[in-house]
């Protein structure tokens, strides 16, 4: 493998992850060790309920790990402080917008926030970026929109286009194809991919799109009931992984055509 | 560059019409003055009657001022808690604050002589009622906060808003069936809100606090901004979201408090002045709207005191009054014109 030889972005050892209470430990999955290299494009898949919103979750911080670790940029990820790590990683939810009466210039201006001063005044140097970031994602028209006047889609590149501002060398979505048409689905997909290989930056997103992945990532994270798998898509096909992703009553991987067909 | 509006156009005829509105404002009253004798008692020349001078010096100018500081006060404290809760129907009013303070000046005013004598005498005094009215405030929106961490849903915090002004309502119909008519008659006339009678001793400690609570409120500026994209968000941008959230609803309980403690309990403002605002500054940049809403407070401050001193005659309403009367259908239209509530 040549890839190892790369930057490694993410690396997780062991990883535990979970909910825990005062009474009790809920692990919904364990022993995850993923690596992830600079100007991959990796996808995050798996059953509904199988635990990938709570592994993005545990690997923006957003929620406290049960036992492993997780290092970004071989930094131990409970080290950096706030500032820092939004330097690091940069992320696009599936939570709404709190407010949608900004622009889409000033929505994805605020990308910059963790660089500027006191009020957040942009610089010359940060209008460049966030122009550049605006073509790269092929908004640059939409600048001067309100946001509530998106679509789905539209907003979904916006969105992008604010973590790509952050200029993070880790972007990780979640769940970014939801409420998107079949060619926005593979339109956002395709986008990310085109992203990760200009920018250099690592890309993670969990998404239900199982065949798009497939087609358009470097490397997959797959998530059963008992195991994390990461591999390229090819040798998981090989290694007939899809094949136990889901209850097998109803749908069946096919090999030949890389996507699911349901049962005859 | 020309990515955002700066607004200049707008901010000034804002500042034309405030200086406008506040020339109104001292040049009217009970007492006719000229206007050039108003000029000439601003500035310190003889006027035409020695009682002229007296007036304006001592009642209509630290009116004006108080007006200037409760209108843009309460626009920016409603302006604040509109972001942080990411609510249009957040305001110091509805959150509860105001109900607290009123709870505070309630249990003073009237808990008082369950202490007796001598001590109801010191306790009743103008600077305890200030005392009472901004920890009760501030201990209300301590709550508020606390629920909030707890309760994700923004909608339960504006109830429980609403539940502390009933408990207030009720507290105060318990307490005033066990007090004497007097106290009573000195609670409701400080509900009905008023700006004119603070010295310019008493303007100068309010005008302190409230420098203190504007001052948080330009540093929490890009704190605020941030907010605009959700929490969770503005959490992975680096913001340290316990201490902006602090910070902004300090500066919140400072201004709503004092303003509060000193003029009572003023409706509506808080709430419809950003909504007002954002008609005319189509943003939410609070870059923008921050020093929009202190114009746009000042200005509908002093032409609600203005009304309410119904120039020419002895009567003044209850400014209370006057800015309900105005708030109320403000909001109502700006609801029917957009039949949505941007923030």
Redesign the interface.
Known sequence: MTKNKSHIVLKTQDLTIGYASKKAKTVISSNINIELHKGELVGLIGANGIGKSTLLRTL?N?QRKLDGSITINNTILENYS??????A???V?T????????TV???V???R??Y?N???S?TKED?QI?NQCLLQTNIDDL?YKKC?ELSDGQLQKVMIARALV?DTDLIILDEPTTHLDMYHKAYILKLLQKLAKETNKTILFSSHEIDLAIQLCDTLIVMTKDTVIIDQPSNLIEKGTFNDLFPKDLIVFDDNTGSFRVKK | MTETKTYKLPFLILLLVLLLSFCTNISLGSVFIPFKDVFNGLIGNPTGNESWQHIIHEYRLPKAFTAIIVGSGLGISGLLMQTLFRNPLAGPFVLGITSGSSLGVALLIMGASIFGGTLAGILTSKWSIVIAASLGSFIVLLIVLIISNKVRDTMAILIIGLMFGSITTATVSVLSFFSSAEELQQYVFWGFGSIGNLTWYELFIFFIIYTIGILMSLVSIKALNTLLLGENYAKSLGLNLKTSRLFIIIATSLLAGTITAFAGPIVFIGLAIPHLTRQVFNTSNHKILLPAVFLFGAIIMLICDTIAQLPSSDLTLPINAITSLIGAPVIIWLLVRKRKMMF
């Open positions: 923006t957003v706030n500032i820092n790590l939004a330097k990683l940069s992320l939810l939570e709404p917008l709190g407010s949608k009466n900004l210039f000033e929505l201006a605020l990308g926030q963790p500027t006191w009020v957040g942009l209008f966030i600048k509530y952050q």
